[in-house]
């Protein structure tokens, strides 16, 4: 018991010197990559260590090695889940509410009225608990995935309307004239000049919305599902107490979550190299 | 500013009107079922005034929700169970507390990160991380387990909101806390200024916009975490309890006068804030 904890406790110090004597040196990209990494596996071995240590029931809070055994050993549930929440709900939503909401952005952008009237009322609508119509969609659209894809386009719709509407007016005046002594009409000047400039808007949008849009496909299994996905599984098992369960969705969640930001960025730093912000 | 009073007014409008048509089109099923049933012809007239009259309707009717509000936020007694100031009290509570821990946090961190550089390589890019990670799913678990750890009522809702609101504080906090130039940092040497006072005198003022635009952003998700961690708890009390009943025994009405009344909080905190800000910013001359 006493060695556990003194494992964590051991591991704790190595990893922060380690890091310590790493954060010292020049940044380079093995650094970078190199420190946040061994504070993670520092983590897990402390959480490892003071599980064991201190005997705490898997009830409450299970090993990583635990979770690591039932992950393995459940694949197919979690595979099952994976493509009900993530692939039905998540990603069909994602991209029904980002397209409607750029279709949209761009229709707003036309009329100057619209898009003075439409932008803080949707900075509004952005700020409110959107989740709580979840409820109310899960009634509409029944319990399978549909309605799960509706929350979610709900709840990715507006900040990215904002985002498009900011990033359309982003070019300035000075360029819009030069295209239009250039003689380049409404559409050629969207393609060529606005829709560019406003590429870092909307990928700032996208990026917000892939959080949201799994954070909605997730909640709203919890207000009525089939008998699969990552937000029955979680709510199921934590009434089983089958809490390893529980963390391995958290870690499939989290591996989707991440893997979804990065590939937007990754896409991002391809579409707009132009921009200070991506410049090395 | 000035220039968009009509504007909004219009789209306003524009929303409350496509409610109201909406509602007619989603009701007019049970409206015709009904008919059918009692074998009356339904004039388009009849139609709409049943579609906004029904009691458990698909999509209640704007004022149905006024006259909801109305029902249980004046008339009844605020102690009472079916109050939904009593509810709004309840998730407020735990909003504010989870609010205040995760501000601390996130202040706390951001001094770290800033002056630590170990933990600001090492920990920096797992905050960041962090919030890809859906994490409201975590939210029932949470709960169960500080229940069964032996903590209930307020702390296990503040946790999440804790969590969800100390990370725009970190983002923003070490940017404003870095915000001060090289300039600046010098002219402190030149004072030849301590640590401390370089922290108190330049850095924090400095970080003052950032934190209220911070602030905004992570007391908006601090009440989002109250309402779902109020979800798993079997429906006892507040605005997220009043949204998983409503939707066990299909009380429309319920569902979006709890909806509504989350919005109007949500509104108001965020508007708090940001009559602070500004009578803050103007008075250190900032804004």
């Not at chain 2, 770290?112 to 409201?136: F, H, K």
Request: contains cysteine; aromatic residues 10%; proline residues 4%.
């Amino acid at each position: 018991m006493t060695g556990w904890l003194l494992f964590a406790l051991l591991v704790w110090v190595g990893g922060w010197w380690l890091n310590t004597r790493l954060a010292a040196r020049r940044v380079t990209r093995f650094t970078s990559l190199i420190i946040p990494v061994i504070f993670g596996l520092t983590l897990i071995a402390v959480w490892e260590g003071v599980v064991r240590g201190f005997e705490i029931s898997p009830v409450l809070l299970p090993a990583p090695s635990d979770i690591a055994t039932r992950f393995a050993s459940s694949t197919s549930i979690l595979w099952e889940d994976f493509v009900q929440t993530v692939i039905k709900g998540a990603l069909t939503g994602y991209v029904m509410g980002c397209g409607s909401a750029f279709l949209i952005a761009i229709l707003v952008d036309r009329y100057d009225f619209l898009r003075r009237g439409l932008l803080p009322v949707g900075n509004f609508v952005a700020a409110l608990p959107v989740i709580g119509l979840a409820p109310i969609l899960v009634m509409w659209f029944g319990f399978d995935w549909q309605s799960k894809a509706a929350v979610v386009v709900v709840m990715v719709f507006f900040p990215m309307l904002v985002n498009t509407v900011q990033g359309l007016s982003a070019s300035s005046s000075m360029q819009r004239d030069l295209m239009r002594t250039w003689a380049a009409g409404y559409w050629t000047t969207l393609l060529r000049l606005r829709l560019p400039a406003a590429m870092p808007f909307i990928f700032n949008g996208l990026k917000i919305a892939s959080t949201l849009a799994l954070i909605g496909a997730i909640v709203a299994e919890f207000f009525g599902s089939p008998i699969r996905g990552m937000g029955f599984r979680i709510s199921t098992s934590v009434g089983q107490l089958a809490l390893d369960l529980v963390w391995a969705e958290i870690v499939v969640a989290a591996i989707t979550g991440s893997a979804f930001y990065g590939a937007i960025a990754i896409i991002e730093r391809a579409v707009t190299f132009w921009h200070p912000s991506q410049r090395r | 500013m000035k220039g968009s009073v009509l504007p909004v007014l219009t789209v306003v409008c524009g929303i409350f009107v496509i409610w109201y048509a909406a509602a007619v089109w989603l009701n007019a099923t049970w409206a015709y079922d009904k008919a059918a049933r009692s074998g009356v012809e339904l004039s388009t007239q009849m139609l709409i005034a049943d579609a906004w009259s029904q009691e458990k309707p698909k999509l209640p009717a704007p004022h149905q929700v006024a006259v909801e509000i109305w029902k249980t936020t004046v008339e009844k007694k605020i102690t009472s169970k079916r109050s939904l100031i009593y509810h709004s009290w309840i998730t407020l509570s735990a909003t504010l507390l989870g609010f205040a821990l995760g501000t601390a946090l996130g202040i706390a961190l951001a001094v770290g990160i800033i002056y630590n550089r170990t933990m600001d390589r090492s920990v920096m890019p797992w905050i960041i991380a962090s919030q890809t990670i859906p994490i409201l799913a975590i939210a029932p678990m949470i709960i169960v387990v500080l229940n069964a750890a032996g903590i209930s009522g307020l702390l296990p809702k503040a946790t999440i909101s804790m969590y969800l609101s100390f990370f725009p504080v970190v983002v923003g906090m070490v940017k404003g806390l870095r915000s001060p130039d090289q300039m600046q940092l010098d002219q402190m040497r030149t004072w030849s200024a301590s640590g401390a006072q370089t922290f108190w005198r330049l850095r924090l003022p400095a970080s003052m916009p950032y934190l209220f635009t911070s602030l905004k952003i992570g007391m908006a998700a601090s009440l989002v975490g109250a309402i779902v961690g109020e979800l798993p708890t079997g429906a006892v009390a507040g605005l997220g309890a009043r949204l998983l009943a409503g939707s066990y025994y299909g009380q429309t009405i319920q569902i979006w006068s709890a909806l509504l009344m989350a919005a109007a909080l949500a509104a108001a905190l965020v508007g708090l804030i940001g009559l602070i800000q500004r009578i803050t910013l103007s008075r250190m001359g900032m804004a």
